[in-house]
Nanobody, 121 residues
Framework: QVQLVESGGGWVQPGGSLRLSCAVS????????MGWHRQAPGKNRELVAT???????NYADSVKGRFTISRDNAKNTVYLQMNSLKPEDTAVYYC???????????????WGQGTQVTVSS
């Protein structure tokens, strides 16, 4: 069983910073991609950022220049550094993993339970 555990969410004032962490536990052979999605109240879940284990990154236009995704392959952990936070960044942030149980397995997807980020004064 693969488990994704998010941490680092909380409250911050506009312009402030937070760093989210997502640690992977359980049996996993290969991680293809890890990333973050978010869902604000009344809105659809949207992609925030993704990173491959080789370091290739992808960002939503709304967070480019403010958020940075990174990873520690040895720890199977992904981070999201969030700077210059805005009220519209308020959402539940979900960690995501796409990988393989074995070398011949198809890709599969796992999700964390989410962590709340609130940006307000």
């Amino acid at each position: 069983q693969v488990q994704l555990v998010e941490s680092g969410g909380g409250w911050v004032q506009p312009g402030g910073s937070l760093r989210l962490s997502c640690a992977v536990s359980g049996m996993i052979f290969s991680i293809n991609t890890m990333g973050w999605h978010r869902q604000a109240p009344g809105k659809n879940r949207e992609l925030v950022a993704t990173i491959t284990m080789g370091g290739s990154t992808n960002y939503a236009d709304s967070v480019k220049g403010r958020f940075t995704i990174s990873r520690d392959n040895a720890k199977n952990t992904v981070y999201l550094q969030m700077n210059s936070l805005k009220p519209e960044d308020t959402a539940v942030y979900y960690c995501n993993l796409v990988g393989r149980a074995t070398i011949v397995s198809p890709l599969y997807e796992h999700w964390g339970q989410g962590t709340q980020v609130t940006v307000s004064s």
